[in-house]
């Protein structure tokens, strides 16, 4: 089992970036896929980005590709997501999810993960 918890959201203006991190529990975080969802009020939550357990594949939604990096460090047990050049429509709360999965399979389904953290609000002004 592995417990998550995120930090690093926040207020910034457009085009500006923050960097989230998820700190993760347990010995074994290199055996979990990683992915950063997101959700806005009133929509259902939606992928960003996943990255595989040795981070030799990553995968991003295209409404974040070239703006959003994510990366981990075994070591540390944790993963983050760099967002630059944020848009009015990046706001949202954001969670860190955990999953073990075959390295090709999908890692944009949400269903597929097993583990949550509780969310960090990022608010996007215009």
């Known amino acids: 089992q592995v417990q998550l918890v995120e930090s690093g959201g926040g207020l910034v203006e457009a085009g500006g970036s923050l960097t989230l991190s998820c700190a993760a529990s347990?010995?074994?975080?290199?055996?979990?896929?990683m992915g950063w969802f997101r959700q806005a009020p009133g929509k259902e939550r939606e992928f960003v980005a996943a990255i595989s357990r040795n981070g030799g594949r990553i995968l991003y939604a295209d409404s974040v590709k070239g703006r959003f990096t994510i990366s981990r460090d075994n070591v540390k047990n944790a993963v983050y997501l760099q967002m630059n050049s944020l848009k009015p429509e990046d706001t949202a709360v954001y969670y860190c999810?955990?999953?073990?999965?075959?390295?090709?399979?999908?890692?944009?389904?949400?269903?597929?993960?097993?583990?949550w953290g509780q969310g960090t609000q990022v608010t996007v002004s215009s």
């Open positions: 999810a955990a999953a073990v999965l075959p390295y090709y399979s999908d890692y944009s389904k949400t269903g597929l993960y097993d583990y």
């Open positions: 347990g010995r074994t975080f290199s055996s979990y896929v």
